[in-house]
Structures are given as structure tokens and as C-alpha cells.
T-cell receptor
Framework: DAKTTQPPSMDCAEGRAANLPCNHSTISGNEYVYWYRQIHSQGPQYIIHGLKNNETNEMASLIITEDRKSSTLTLPHATLRDTAVYYCIVRVQTGFQKLVFGTGTRLLVSP | DAGVTQSPTHLIKTRGQQVTLRCSPISGHKSVSWYQQVLGQGPQFIFQYYEKEERGRGNFPDRFSARQFPNYSSELNVHALLLGDSALYLC?????????????FGNGTRLTVT
């Protein structure tokens, strides 16, 4: 079972920031938080990951709370092409690589 | 640079038949994983291979098998197809077997079993 909880859907106006929350209250100390998104008919696309510090790249920012029980992915200026299902995943960095996907958040960006 | 490529993109099979799906990882990536995504759900882990050896297996029956070749490409085989095997099959590659490197996914093979 997925170890994360996300809202099933969210709406965002084009050009505004999209803030996608994720709860992972049972996260272990050695587990990272990963975010992927899946645009219709495509494979999942890696966005960002972090352990406990805030992270930023060209696509998004990731803020992880101090207790690490929740995180927020921010798309600073959402575009119509950001419409997708966003998955929050916790994963250990050791052992074999296995991503456990939940049902994600369906983000709809509207004009 | 080419990403993860999968073939074929679409496939229709009859119940009871077998199918082989193919995956070429990103150049330099030595680990390949396979996922099954049923409509309306997130992907589910099937296998991981690293350096031609199976590193992990998900909760799938023995009808599912895979292998990795010396050039790190991979095949997923499914025997005795059931209607419930209809899904998008995704391949992902990464540099090493155990690392923080993220998985990079292909766009999948959509299998329909009739």
C-alpha cells in the first residue's frame, strides 16, 4: 500500500502557483519524498525529490515540514501543460528500487 | 539524448496467448524496472533488473517473467494472458541498482487482451 495521502483532485488558474499537498505521517528517517507526474497517455515524469531540506529545480519547489510528516509541491506559474496526475511517493534509498504509487492528485489547470 | 524507448506502443492479444514487451533504457543506465498500470490506478511494480540479475519482484504471478540483456535492454514476458492483464506496461531505467538517482519512464506499451 502507498504510504502517502493526497487529495484526489485540484484546480488551478493558468499563471498562478499550484500547491499540491501530500501527507506521509509514517515516513521513516531514511525515506525520501519523490514527486512524479503523469500527463495523459505518457509515462510518469520525475519532478523532484528531497529528504528533509527544501529543494528547488527548474520545474518545481518541494517543501518538507520539519517533522517530515507532510510536504508540498509548488509549481510557481502553472501552465495548461501542467495538467496531469501528480504522485507523491516515499522511498528508501537502499535495497532494490521500488516506487509505490498511490492514486495521486489530478491537477487541472484552466485558462 | 533518447529517453527510455518501449515497443510496441500498442498490442492486442487474445486470452491464453503470450506476449513479449521490449524496453531500451537511457544510454548508460544499467537498471531497468517494469510497472503495470491498470486504467484509473497508479503504476504497480513488477520487476527490477540490474546488471542482468533480478533485484526485486512485485506481487505478480509466475506468468510474468523478464530478463535483461548484456546491452541492458530488457524484455517482459507474460504467458497465458487473462483479460485482467489489459494495462499500460511501463519500463523505467536508472543509472544504478541502488541509488538516489530517479527512475526515468518510457511512455509504455498498451496491452489489450480480448
Amino acid at each position: 500500500d502507498a504510504k502517502t495521502t493526497q487529495p484526489p483532485s485540484m484546480d488551478c488558474a493558468e499563471g498562478r502557483a499550484a500547491n499540491l499537498p501530500c501527507n506521509h505521517s509514517t515516513i521513516s528517517g531514511n525515506e525520501y519524498v519523490y514527486w512524479y507526474r503523469q500527463i495523459h497517455s505518457q509515462g510518469p515524469q520525475y519532478i523532484i525529490h528531497g529528504l528533509k531540506n527544501n529543494e528547488t529545480n527548474e520545474m518545481a519547489s518541494l517543501i518538507i515540514t520539519e517533522d517530515r510528516k507532510s510536504s508540498t509541491l509548488t509549481l510557481p506559474h502553472a501552465t495548461l501543460r501542467d495538467t496531469a496526475v501528480y504522485y507523491c511517493i516515499v522511498r528508501v534509498q537502499t535495497g532494490f528500487q521500488k516506487l509505490v504509487f498511490g492514486t495521486g492528485t489530478r491537477l487541472l489547470v484552466s485558462p | 539524448d533518447a529517453g527510455v524507448t518501449q515497443s510496441p506502443t500498442h498490442l492486442i492479444k487474445t486470452r491464453g496467448q503470450q506476449v513479449t514487451l521490449r524496453c531500451s533504457p537511457i544510454s548508460g543506465h544499467k537498471s531497468v524496472s517494469w510497472y503495470q498500470q491498470v486504467l484509473g490506478q497508479g503504476p504497480q511494480f513488477i520487476f527490477q533488473y540490474y546488471e542482468k540479475e533480478e533485484r526485486g519482484r512485485g506481487n505478480f504471478p509466475d506468468r510474468f517473467s523478464a530478463r535483461q540483456f548484456p546491452n541492458y535492454s530488457s524484455e517482459l514476458n507474460v504467458h497465458a494472458l487473462l483479460l485482467g492483464d489489459s494495462a499500460l506496461y511501463l519500463c523505467a531505467s536508472t543509472l544504478e541498482g541502488q541509488s538516489s538517482s530517479p527512475l526515468h519512464f518510457g511512455n509504455g506499451t498498451r496491452l489489450t487482451v480480448t
